[in-house]
């Protein structure tokens, strides 16, 4: 049973000619390489911009279906906890969770591949542009988020100061930590865009 699953996940990506990788060595590397290419990382024009793309996507169908839910339990809640307030405080436990999960599954990949930050590894875009989308609520409708991944994907492209300087940190923290800067940087300026379209 334990074969099967392992023989289903994903092998190493292919390289550029005169790379080579090491050998995946049971469930822990099929399953870092699975996390943190999150089946993405595998298209080989642009993967993180798919990453961001397909995030968003999935986000936004995924508030959706779970809006009513988080209605029913704010109408529930003793606290009276807003929906709003509910699913930032969900979406904040998933990226804090994705986060820890990416260092060790980068960490890992890196090494697998022998290449810093390489390009199938686009679980950090998926952080970033959750955070992005963090503060932008479900009402916004469809064309805000589209903003948010523009927004997103601006700041991971410029990397303003000093979201470059936080690549240089060693493993998996500096692969995901300037995605979530970006991540952070494109969070305000949507709440800028929210405040800006709300007064106007």
Excluded: N
């Excluded at 870092?32 to 999935?58: E, K, M, N, Q, R």
């Excluded at 995924?62 to 807003?82: D, I, K, N, R, W």
């Excluded at 009402?139 to 240089?168: H, N, Q, T, W």
């Amino acid at each position: 049973m334990v074969e099967k699953l392992i023989d289903s996940l994903p092998m190493l990506p292919s390289l550029r000619a005169g790379e080579t990788s090491a050998p995946l060595r049971g469930l822990r590397d099929r399953l870092s390489l699975a996390l943190a290419t999150c089946g993405v990382g595998y298209i080989p024009i642009v993967p993180a911009t798919w990453a961001s793309a397909v995030t968003t996507g999935v986000y936004w169908t995924v508030l959706q279906m779970a809006g009513p839910t988080f209605t029913e339990l704010s109408a529930e809640g003793s606290a009276s906890l807003s929906p709003e307030v509910l699913r930032v405080t969900f979406m904040l436990v998933v990226i804090v969770a994705l986060t820890f999960a990416g260092v060790w599954a980068a960490s890992r990949v890196e090494r697998l591949l022998r290449r810093k930050d390489p390009k199938p590894v686009v679980i950090d875009e998926v952080v970033g542009q959750l955070v992005t989308l963090l503060f932008v609520p479900r009402a916004a409708g469809l064309g805000m988020f589209v903003v948010g991944f523009f927004v997103f994907r601006a700041f991971d492209i410029l990397k303003p100061y000093p979201i470059r300087r936080l690549e240089s940190l060693g493993g998996g923290t500096g692969v995901m930590a300037d995605d979530i800067l970006a991540g952070v940087y494109g969070a305000i300026l949507m709440l800028l865009i929210l405040h800006f379209f709300a007064s106007s």
